[in-house]
């Protein structure tokens, strides 16, 4: 047994939740008429009720004290005095210094780290501005009229899903395009809609040699010079966001024209960064700093509030609570915004990726339950497939609601409406329908005694269901920077409580490993005698394919 789940604070969860088990939310409302108020605050612009929660003063007590016990409060100081906090790759976690107010006496001991952040701010505003205003033109003399990033993991979904959450400050004189599948058929289908004399390439990758990203520019490089182009025009065509210079310049952009990566930002955190450049062209330069705005502002609330009042600290235990003590194997994110539609599948990464872990930061392995399934969509579509299950499935699923009490787009009651399904929603799954409830609503039907009845049972839904609503005032900017901070940090309290390196990704390296291995065996038309009898006989099966279409 680990000393985590022998240690004091995890038993007396443990045996409080035995206590709760078989209390109801629905009387805690009854007994409390003051509950909401009790159970919510704000923060950068973010309300966040958490009253529809199985918890109580005592609950709340004892998750402090296990982040206390872990000494969260220590770990959250040495992640912004950037230690080297992961441990396994020697690195500092200083993804807030992107967005830090480099005049605060917090940011100070960074001051060298503040100046390498400046600089790539300001040469990015710079970049931004010249291909807004048309001082940089293609090859031909043309205007850029689209940009096409190319990146795969943190450095395409982080840019590809704030820029779709900021249609409606989208700038009319630039498209965005995001291409990170190396399956051909994505780049393919992009390009046909270009013109090379008009499109601007972004290449992301820290070690510009990523499998995809490198197949993806290459083939990118390929149409723009079977277009007319020269080798000398990539240059006005190509730039990256890398840190390996070399190999960028000898592809042929200008070593003015790449922007830096930190060893101590990673892929998931690294959209604050210059692999942001794409939603600063989409929105503008003003607007990309409003979203670093709203990040800092989190920040601070993070690093400076006590836990009684500290949204990351409140959200991450919540999530431990239901993941150890009540079996949760999920966490559903619930976006009642179009323009928020894809944040569930970044929230999926940036939480999978950080704590899809089974060995503690020592190198045990763990006995208990660590990073949940992340997963969800927008409302109201879910309603009417996945809500099912969280209504009358066997299993606990915590949920979050996200909605913003205005719209970008007010049409007739639509907002009305949404924001109705939104806290109905909520209300039923802590609610329920007792089989009281539910007789009683059959009573009048035309159904007989007999058919009444079964059909009552079928319409029995237990509640106690807990969730979130997170309000917001609109979906700006700075809302998204401070909805993503809130929940890089909720992720990093969960890790810190799991004993987990949050910010190394083995799982994802051995894939990359193992597929390089593959594709040699590929090329070579070989069996590949290291590899497993499943996998040579796939590539053997893959390889005559490609001999009966010759």
Same mark, same amino acid.
């Given at each position: ?37 009790? @159970? ?12 529809? !929660? *199985? ?11 296990? &982040? ?10 040495? /992640? ?6 992961? $441990?396994?790759?020697? *690195? ?26 400046? #600089?790539?701010?300001?040469? /990015? ?12 033109? +293609?090859? $031909? ?87 007319? #182009? ?18 960028? $310049? ?23 960064? #210059? ?17 670093? &705005?709203?990040?800092?502002? /989190? ?58 872990? !089974?060995?503690? *930061? ?6 208990? #339950? ?15 497939? @996945? ?73 029995? /839904? ?65 069996? +590949? ?18 001999? !009966?279409? !010759?």
């Amino acid at each position: 047994m680990s000393q985590l789940t022998q240690s004091s604070a995890w038993k007396a969860l443990a045996q409080h939740k035995q206590s709760i088990e078989s209390q109801h939310m629905r009387t805690w409302f009854e007994q409390q008429p003051d509950r909401a108020e009790r @159970y919510s605050l704000s923060a950068a612009g973010i309300l966040l009720d958490y009253s529809k !929660n *199985r918890v109580n003063d005592d609950t709340l007590a004892l998750l402090f004290g296990l &982040a206390e016990q872990q000494q969260l409060e220590q770990a959250i100081k040495r /992640m912004f005095a950037g230690e080297e906090i992961n $441990t396994t790759e020697q *690195r500092a976690v200083l993804h807030t210094a992107l967005r830090a107010d480099r005049h605060s006496p917090q940011w100070q001991q960074q001051s060298d780290c503040l100046s390498q952040v400046q #600089a790539s701010l300001d040469k /990015m505003e710079l970049f931004v501005d010249a291909i807004i205003q048309q001082r940089w033109l +293609g090859y $031909t003399g043309k205007a850029i009229t689209d940009v096409v990033s190319i990146g795969i993991g943190g450095s395409f979904l982080g840019p590809k899903v704030a820029s779709e959450a900021l249609k409606p400050y989208w700038s009319d004189a630039l498209t965005v395009h995001y291409v990170a599948n190396v399956d051909g058929t994505a780049i393919a289908d992009k390009l046909a809609q270009l013109d090379p004399q008009t499109t601007l390439f972004i290449t992301a990758s820290k070690s510009f040699g990523t499998q995809e990203t490198l197949a993806n520019t290459l083939s990118a490089r390929s149409w723009f010079l079977s277009h007319g #182009a020269s080798l000398p025009d990539v240059a006005k065509h190509f730039v990256a966001v890398s840190s390996n210079i070399e190999a960028a $310049t000898e592809f042929g952009i200008s070593p003015d024209n790449i922007f830096p990566m930190w060893d101590w930002v990673g892929g998931r955190y690294s959209l604050w960064s #210059a692999i942001g450049l794409p939603i600063a062209l989409q929105i503008g330069f003003k607007h990309f700093k409003s979203i670093l &705005a709203g990040a800092q502002d /989190m920040d601070e609330h993070f690093r400076t509030a006590p836990f009684e009042q500290n949204m990351p600290v409140i959200m991450g235990l919540l999530g431990i609570w239901y993941t150890n003590f009540f079996d949760a194997h999920s966490h559903v994110i619930l976006t009642y915004d179009h323009y928020l539609r894809a944040l569930p599948g970044y929230l999926q990464q940036l939480d999978m990726e950080s704590n899809g872990k !089974n060995v503690t *930061r020592a190198g045990v392995s763990v006995d208990y #339950a660590t990073g949940p399934v992340i997963w969800g969509g927008e409302g109201t579509n879910g309603q009417h497939a @996945y809500h099912q299950l969280l209504h009358q499935g066997t299993r606990v699923i915590p949920a979050d609601f996200i909605l913003p009490l205005r719209s970008h787009n007010p049409v007739g009651t639509h907002h009305d409406m949404l924001a109705s399904n939104c806290f109905g929603q909520s209300q039923a799954l802590m609610q329920g329908k007792t089989l009281d409830e539910a007789k009683l609503e059959l009573a009048s039907s035309p159904l007989s005694e007999q058919q009444a009845e079964l059909v009552a049972h079928h319409k029995v /839904m237990p509640g106690n269901k807990p969730s979130n609503t997170l309000l917001i005032e609109q979906s700006t900017p700075y809302s998204l920077g401070a909805i993503i901070a809130l929940y890089e940090h909720r992720t990093f309290v969960q890790g810190v409580v799991w004993e987990l390196n949050s910010f190394d990704q083995w799982g994802v390296e051995l894939g990359k490993q193992l597929g390089n291995q593959v594709l040699d065996a590929i090329a070579k038309e070989e069996q +590949g005698v290291h590899l497993d009898g499943s996998t040579r006989s796939l590539i053997s099966k893959f390889n005559q394919a490609k001999l !009966n279409k !010759n």
